[in-house]
Each structure stands twice: as C-alpha cells, then as structure tokens.
C-alpha cells in the first residue's frame, strides 16, 4: 500500500516489525518521513527497563551510521525536569521506542506523563514509531506476553483504534493468539505485523506497508461475522 509523496503535516505513527541493528532498510524507510533532512531521533527504551545495551544499539545506528542528531531519555533514572522532559520529547523529528515489556512501559510513561507528551508531540506532527512493545503502545489495545504467557492489553494511548500484534510470523503461538482473541472479542480488530515490515498510518488511517523479508506482510484481522477471523495481507512494496 502507498500513497505517492507523504505530506509533512499530517500526525503519524510507523508500525515497525524490527528495526535498527538488522539490515538498517528499515530504519532508512522511517528516516524518508522525517520533517527534516537531518532529523533529531529520540529513543525511548523505557519498555527494556533502559537497558544500557539496547541504548548503546540504538546510538550506534542513528547517532554513528546515520546522518541524525541521536538522543535517549532514559525514565528509570530520570535527570530532567517536567519542563527539560517536555522541550526533549517535543524538540524531536522522530520518536523511535524500543521493544520489552509493553505494560510496565505504559504504567511507566503515565506517572512521568510522557504519555500526554507524545500525544502532544503527535499532533504536532512528530513521527512516533517503535518495534514490538514500541509498536503496540499506539493502538487502542495490543497483543503481549506482558503478563508472561500470550494475553491482550487494552490499555494503549489510543492514537490508532483496533489493536496491534507484533511478531505475528516469528513467535509461536502469536497467530492462533491473536486471531482467537479477535475472535471472541478480547480484543478489537486491528493490525498483524511478520517481523521485517513496516505500517504507516497518517492521522489514524494506514497509508504506507514496505517489507524487508521475502514473504513478510502487514495484515488487517477482523472478527467475519461468524465466531471467526477475516484475516487480509495489506499490499506493499519492498525495500530489498
């Protein structure tokens, strides 16, 4: 699915199925829909517990490889003040969140209000993108092992109605999980990404899928009407 050239002034959120330290093409799509040619990137890896590593992944693929001005706002051991916290989320070209527990980072992102930040930062016209938990949070509800064994979350910032599922082709279970809680209503339909895709949505409607893996695919999981699921591959391009 595309639309040919993407405004700059509409609010957008890119669903990632992975992302920086593979390939890098991923990283590159969302790079192309930055405001600015030489974007500012913040990472949030608050769902990681700010994992040193995963920050260190992170600032080595934007802040070395690419042409960005590369930033972290670690929450877990916060330095900034509410009005630092809030110049930092809404100075940025690209919010980018990490994978981990999609839960805890909610609950996290809540008693900071980073949530309301991002919520600012969206209309405003931010692009707000992650992988995984990174990508759940976004939608109304989302598909997680939060909880440790496959469960549902309706408790995302509702930028983007129905539901998300990440690692729909890789994780085992998550199919049958996903289409079973469509099914009987645990969750609202919604969007399933196989890992190497990504989903742009411009101001809650999608507008953009690309794939990076041969056979990848975003889909669009819908109760039939039935007590089943109507399950559709969404059609893009390929970056490879």
């Known amino acids: 699915m595309s639309r040919g050239p993407i405004a700059r002034d509409h609010r957008r959120v890119a669903l990632l199925g992975g992302g920086f330290g593979t390939d890098g093409l ?12 030489r974007p500012r990137v913040c990472f949030l890896p608050t769902a990681s517990g700010d994992a040193p590593a995963y920050v260190e992944w992170f600032l ?46 909610l609950a996290v992102w809540r008693v900071h ?23 759940n949070c976004w939608a109304e509800a989302s598909h997680t092992d939060s909880f440790g064994p496959l469960s549902h979350l309706r408790d995302g910032l509702g930028l ?12 085992p279970g998550r199919r049958p999980s996903y289409r079973a809680a469509v099914a009987d209503g645990s ?14 949505f411009l101001d809650g409607e999608p507008a953009e899928t690309v794939s990076v893996a041969p056979g990848a695919h975003v889909y669009r999981v819908e109760q039939d009407g039935r007590g089943g699921v109507r399950e559709r591959v969404v059609g893009g391009r390929s970056l490879v």
């Open 60 to 105: 080595d693929a934007f802040g070395t490889r690419r042409d960005c001005e590369a930033s972290v706002l670690p929450l877990f051991q916060r330095e900034l003040d509410d009005d630092a916290l809030r110049a930092q989320v809404l100075a940025q070209d690209v919010v980018y969140v990490g994978g981990g527990n999609t839960a805890n980072m």
């Open 160 to 171: 983007l109605s129905g539901s998300v599922c990440p690692h729909y082709d890789s994780e």
């Open 113 to 135: 209000g980073v949530d309301r930040l991002l919520r600012e930062a969206y209309d405003q016209g931010t692009l707000l993108c992650g992988t995984s938990a990174g990508a």
């Open 26 to 37: 991923l990283d590159g799509w969302v790079l192309g829909h930055a405001r600015s040619s």
């Open 187 to 200: 969750l609202p339909g919604g969007w399933a990404l196989d890992d190497g895709v990504g989903a742009l």
